[in-house]
């Protein structure tokens, strides 16, 4: 299918958007010369949905399901998505980490006008690169309330193999409807002071940003407890899992019984496999690992629980014939080993050389402290300064956390490296989210290669909601097209 402009304007005010195209498209967006494309539907709406134990409750679906359906496609690829808003209010679908262009991002009011309720939307864009990657919707609250799902793009030249595969998209659940919005239990931004609560739970101010709500269940593809999906795998398998935190405001410490996990890729990109006890993944972070099935048994997949009743679950790892009856937990003993990003390294040369950097912005992450609001360097999101820059410049954001709480930072359209000085920058890690710990700094660095307004932000839904936001925005001599 060739998409010219015209055929682009046209399916666009078919879905009553053109009002809001900017003047042109930059030259060749969406040139797509001859590539297959993968059709789907997708209709938000209200449903009532079962996590497989526990009640019955009204949340938002797509398809009438959580997580919404696996889009599983070729590298190279074009995925169609037709979105149709069954709402009763404006939704939009962000495609986390793929690199796209600015007017299929899905960010209300930045990128597109929301969807309205009883409208559609087209989006369209090219699968690329490789990897796995989520989606979801971008309005409100939406993401807490059941709307995202998992997105994998296969490589077009496998370079790994394996056995079997297991996509496992980890999402945090108020089982009551209206999911995270429902009036429930929340935790104050003080709570995790030390790790201990510091002030007891709360519903919160009734005005202004939602805190975020104390979760009662954690579900793997949409199940919990009991209802888990276990892993079934036979003795001598390689067995990839693919780890999708689509939580809104959930970071998990996982760890698997009787096996060693070794990562593979990070955010969809590959790295040089790192063997680790404890993965760490935050909200809207993804990582691929991979496991020998060389310890017939039954077992567990579990995450850390603080005992605050945080990100607690557990993923039965069964080989078949096997008899036994009670999973063997992993065991979280001090000293055990946690790869962190500096452990990463790119499997193959980026192209992504060391040169100077046209752009610095520090970004102060703050707020919390007895406080409803969260900041970028004292500002609150939507009153927050553009980072500007110039198409083709290098840029670095220099990320310190001065607030009590992690932050995983993801950055629209653009994958940045982690600056990483004991290594050339061909082989700093690439990714689009990471997670900044208090009183951590990390610098990161990108190319301004993909025009446009993106949206950078914390992917803590309640802290992005809170103000944690600002938009990372060409300037006008970059646009050129
Ligand atoms: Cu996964 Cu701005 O989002
Ligand atoms: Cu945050």
Redesign the pocket.
Known sequence: MHITRRTFLKTAAGAGLAACLPPLLPAGALAAKNRRVRNFRFKAAPTSVSLGSGPEFKAFTYNGQVPGPEIRVKEGETIRVVLENNLTEATTIHWHGIPLQNQMDGVPGLTQKAVDPGQKFIYEFEARPAGSFLYHSHAKYQLDQGLYGPLIIEAARPSESYDREYTLTLEDWVMRDGGGTARTLRRPPMAHMHGRMRRGPSYGPSEGPLWEPLYDSYAVNGRVDEAIKPLVVTKGDRVKLRLINASSATIYYLRLAGHNLTITHTDGNPIRPVETDVLRIGMGERYDAIFLADNPGHWLLSAYDTGLGEGRLKIPLRYKGSRQKDPNPPSFEQGLRMAEYVDFESRKATGFTNRRRDRFYDQVLGGGMHESY?SINGQVWPLADDLVVTAGERVALRYANHSM?P?PMHLHGHFFRIVNPKLPAERWIAKDTLILDHMQRIDVELDADNPGRWLHH?H?LY?MEAG?ANVLTYDLRSHSF
Do not use: A, L
């Open positions: 969260w709480m932050h914390c803590n802290h944690m």
